[in-house]
């Protein structure tokens, strides 16, 4: 039933055919269940394991690989290759790919569990009226129409109208599915509202949710699926996860890389087509088959095989980074996503705030004979430990609160007309709350104003073990004091109060709303002198100033407190009780803001970052807390920044558009309208990371570009999330945005150095097949280079310290190709050089090395005829392993110096030199090592077809790598001077018209 809200309990109990005395007859339960089903949420299918396995080798880069490794594979068979040689290759480069897909399999798997967590909410029994009797039964076994009853500490079983009130009120904790910071009040009458979201509907109780204060009996009319629970978990499974920017771009980029190598391969066959004669080759058939290898060997030498290694190395040494930060990263990708991100959505309550409510304000009436009438005092600490202190009008602080008559009343009656507790946890080293917020804030303000009559109470109170502080001063009340009778609170009366015995003197304590209790006073306690003097007009006046001002302006919830001497021996108060009451003090109260939240958001706005206030609180406070912030102070008024869901959702498309793209304040929402707001902000092109802690959330989470859940949140958002934040603090958002642009900056460099690499390895082969010299690098040497001396240093790079302007920059476009046409010239130039001078080492052996054989350029162009001419040297000189161990050198050292390039896309390393990453450094060794030692050491040197060099060969390697390093240098320059850019980009048409967009 979808509106039962908003019909009154008797057409629900009609449509049901329920008798509320009785409940449903056996009959009807089984005719119920039929129609309805049972109350579980469904249990979806996860993916096969082996689809997921599958999934990680979609990509064509990885595809091209794997044909690779198998072509490699059967030509060393067929050219008659046994053992380690003939599966080395291929080997290496699966194993790559298997351990890149073992990270997606464990990431895609981590995602499914929080469909399973939502059932954790499901309540396990129900008090349930069937046959004119009450039972407890399976919360599973409900149908729509059992009539429950449901008391203090309950978890609601399904969606419940309410049918009859057995206590003077019932208050729900709705958090998880609303994120409203308090407790929110039910009632019988039906919500009239048009398009009621969950705040609305003030009838029903939901499924998951939990009662804390009252008793009451309902209806139910969802179960499962057609909860608002279930409609969580059916959100969440329409939600796909969307690839992040990077896989996006890194995408693009392989399909592209993809197609040039192809062509490229095709181009090297294609011109070699007239040597497939050639007599070396043995027939034509060997000879296509010989530069098919040789083509293999361009896709192998072309693509980057570490870069998926690499990417994942230096994304987990970010998560690392950012542990530090409290930010506990659970899907390595969403750590770049953060550097792009451009709106965060955040939560208000428990994210912008402490969500521990506490007294800020108290006011009092200072004295009748001098003005001002009323006295103000702040109060310190936002937090639920017993912790802070009390400040006058002057911001002195009071060194003994408890001497001043009105504040040691109010903790008095803060500490007895009080039904909560405050306990401290060891596990979780934090004090934590039991009952309403409200009352717990009282109980910590009594701690606060602490004991009369001892000069050493406040070092006294610091010397107890936090277990005995965490309410020393209010069990000290309750043993002064003897609870004798109880006045629960009422939606009528909107007080409560309860009457106390002490040494011959019975005291009735009320608080209440501050129109309740002022209404009720005909006297008032002074605070000079502890006097009583009459409430008139005037004083009346004065007090609901202050309140208004407290509730309005600074938008603090208000409490006013109140006493009256009752006669002696009175055992019980009634309603006619609360009259004649004396006046102690108002406290305002509220979710206190974070101290860091203002610099964060400070730092969001330098760094062109957009921040959302999403929130279920209403319109009022949600704008009062940001106002506090003070992050938004530079508003006049929130006017076309801040909507309600209805509001919104009201708006014609064209508005929304506008209005999105000026939103600071959304309010009053529920689990849907966070989810479209995200898609709205995505089909903007914006990037967006949502935060959240409770059920409620986990959709949005799981839509967004980025989820960052509370490490104090529930289980099923933490699931839905890619990112915990471990303290709840929006300023380690901040810090993780920063820590992200950083990853994401050295990711472009190390993907720049490995690419620019690859293509000198490229042009290497290619050159050297069109030119016809015999091939400079065998296979095997290719996967060296690849695997081992690029990895390492690649990987070093993502030690770069981030740059100091790193949030002074607005965030990158989500459009914006990670390498860029300017960056791919550069690319190019670089990579030739690398190609070039890898050849050019390879030739110097054979025409000028003094241990080589000196021979003229067009006899090494014609190496595969030799055996058919007459010549002055042997044949066997082109299989001589000193040419391409020159080569490989070359390559090696050439790539070392490129790796110190990459210390910065554009700073000289005349400003950044290479001991600011003695990671880099230190892998620039370790690589020459591993490079002399194949080179060096005998049974490695046979297996990579190497062979040791000279000091003369050593020399001209070093002649022929170090230019890169002056040719980079030259291309920082241009880079430095945005002039000569060449700008290349590829934009997309934006999703707004024109008009809009020059708004």
């Keep these: ?11 629900v109990l009609e449509y049901f055919g329920v008798d509320p005395s009785k409940g449903l007859t056996d009959n009807q339960v089984a005719e119920h269940a039929r129609i309805y089903g049972r109350n579980v949420l469904p249990q979806e299918g996860s993916t096969p394991f082996w689809k997921l396995v599958l999934k990680q080798f979609d990509d064509l880069l990885v595809k091209i690989l794997i044909a690779a490794a198998i072509v490699s594979f059967f030509l060393a068979l067929i050219n008659g290759e046994r053992g380690l040689t003939a599966f080395l290759e291929p080997s290496v480069i699966l194993m790559i790919l298997a351990a890149n897909a073992a990270v997606g399999v464990i990431t895609e798997t981590n995602a499914e569990k929080a469909l399973e967590e939502l059932r954790a909410y499901q309540a396990d029994v129900a008090t349930v009226l069937r046959n004119g ?3 407890i039964l399976p919360a599973t076994d409900l149908v729509p129409g059992d009539i429950v009853e449901v008391s203090v500490g309950c978890q609601i079983p399904a969606d419940m109208r309410m049918v009859e009130m057995l206590s003077d009120h019932l208050r729900v904790d709705q958090a998880i599915l609303t994120g409203e910071s308090c407790s929110v009040e039910k009632e019988l009458d039906r919500t009239m509202t048009n398009n009621a979201v969950y705040q609305d509907k003030t009838n029903t109780l939901f499924s998951g949710t939990v009662v804390v204060a009252g008793r ?8 499962g699926s057609s909860t608002a629970m279930g409609s969580i978990r059916d959100s969440m499974l329409k939600t796909e996860d969307e690839a992040t920017p990077l896989k996006r771009k890194l995408d693009e980029f392989g399909t592209f890389l993809a197609k040039v190598i192809a062509g490229i391969c095709i181009l090297v066959w294609i011109v070699n087509i007239g040597h497939f004669r050639d007599p070396a080759h043995g027939g034509i058939l060997q000879g296509a088959i010989h530069y098919f290898k040789i083509a293999v060997a361009l896709a192998v030498a072309a693509i980057p095989e570490g870069l998926p290694a690499v990417v994942t190395t230096c994304l987990a040494l970010g998560t690392k980074r950012m542990a530090r930060l409290n930010a506990i990263v659970r899907s390595l990708p969403s750590v770049e996503t953060l550097g792009c991100t451009t709106v965060i959505c955040t939560d208000k309550t428990g994210t912008l705030t402490t969500n521990m409510m506490s007294v800020s304000k108290i006011c009092v009436l200072h004295s009748i004979n001098r003005g001002p009438l009323a006295a103000e005092y702040n109060v310190s600490g936002t937090t639920y430990a017993p912790e802070g202190f009390i400040f006058d009008s002057s911001k002195l602080q009071l060194e003994f609160p408890a001497q001043l008559p009105c504040l040691l009343h109010i903790a008095m009656c803060s500490a007895l007309c009080n039904e909560s507790a405050i306990q401290y946890n060891p596990d979780k080293r934090m004090y934590e709350k039991i009952g309403e917020s409200t009352e717990v804030a009282l109980r910590i303000l009594a701690e606060k104003v602490g004991l009369p009559g001892f000069d050493s109470m406040p070092s006294a109170l610091n010397m107890l073990s936090k277990h005995e502080r965490a309410s020393y001063c209010n069990r000290y009340w309750e043993n002064e004091f003897k609870k004798i009778s109880i006045l629960e609170f009422s939606r009528d009366r909107k007080m409560m109060s309860v009457l106390c015995s002490r040494k011959q003197m019975e005291i009735m304590f009320s608080k209440g709303a501050p129109e309740s209790i002022i209404s009720r006073c005909t006297s008032i306690l002074c605070n000079d002198n502890s006097s009583t003097i009459p409430l008139t007009a005037s004083i009346r006046a004065e007090l609901e100033s202050r309140f208004q001002s407290f509730a309005g302006k600074e938008a603090l919830r208000c409490l006013a407190l109140a006493l009256k001497r009752m006669p002696i021996g009175q055992q019980a108060i009634s309603f006619d009780d609360e009259q004649d009451l004396t006046f102690i003090g108002l406290v305002g109260m509220l979710d206190p803001p974070r101290e860091e939240v203002n610099k964060a958001i ?21 704008e009062a807390l940001c106002r506090k912030i003070g992050a938004f102070s ?25 209005a999105l793209q000026r939103m600071t304040l959304f309010t009053r929402v529920e689990p849907s309208h966070k989810r479209m707001l995200v898609e709205a902000l995505q089909h903007q092109n914006e990037v967006v990371a949502m935060t959240g802690d409770g059920v409620n959330d986990a959709p949005a989470l799981k839509k967004a570009d980025i989820g960052i859940a509370m490490g104090s949140g529930t289980a099923v958002a933490k699931s839905a999330s890619d990112m915990v934040l471990a303290d709840d603090n929006f300023a380690s958002i901040v810090a993780a945005v920063a820590e992200g642009r950083a ?15 690859n293509i000198g390895e490229v042009v290497c082969i290619f050159v050297a097949a069109v030119l016809g010299i015999p091939d400079t690098l065998v296979p095997v040497q290719l996967l060296w280079v690849n695997l081992v001396t690029d990895g390492l240093p690649a990987t070093a790079i993502g030690f770069n310290k981030q740059d100091s302007d790193v949030m002074k920059v607005k965030p990158r476009k989500v459009n914006e190709a990670v390498v860029t046409g300017w960056l791919f010239f550069r690319y190019l130039v670089i990579g030739a050089y690398v190609g070039l001078a890898t050849v050019a080492g390879f030739i110097w052996w054979f025409l000028y090395s003094d241990s080589g054989p000196k021979l003229s350029y067009s006899e090494l162009i014609n190496f595969d005829s030799c055996s058919t001419r007459e010549t002055l040297y042997p044949c066997s000189i082109f299989d001589d392993r000193h040419p391409s161990t020159v080569s490989m050198t070359v390559l090696v050292v050439v790539e070392m110096f490129n790796a110190l390039n990459n210390l910065s896309e554009n700073q000289s390393l005349c400003v950044i030199p290479p001991w600011t990453n003695m990671w880099l450094v230190a892998s620039i060794v370790l690589t020459m090592l591993l490079h002399m030692l194949i080179l060096y050491v005998e049974p490695l040197s046979i297996l990579f077809s190497v062979t040791p060099l000279t000091w003369a060969e050593w020399t001209v390697v070093l002649y022929l790598s170090f230019p890169v390093i002056i040719i980079d240098e030259i291309l920082k320059f241009f880079s430095r001077n945005s002039g000569w850019k060449f700008n290349i980009r590829f934009r997309r048409a934006d999703l707004l018209p024109k008009e809009v967009r020059d708004k």
């Design 602 to 622: 400070l730092s969001c706005m330098t760094a062109g970052i957009r921040l959302i206030v999403v929130t279920g609180d209403n319109k009022i406070t949600a």
């Design 133 to 135: 009797c009450f039972s």
């Design 1 to 11: 039933m979808d509106d039962a809200y908003a019909r009154s309990a008797t057409e």
């Design 216 to 223: 009451a009996r309902a209806v139910v009319v969802g179960i």
């Design 743 to 757: 990853i994401y900056n050295n990711t472009k460099q190390f993907i720049r150095y490995m690419i620019s690499s």
């Design 634 to 658: 530079h508003l006049a008024d929130f006017s076309g920044q801040s909507y309600t869901a209805s509001e919104f959702e009201e708006l014609p498309a064209l508005q929304k558009s506008i």
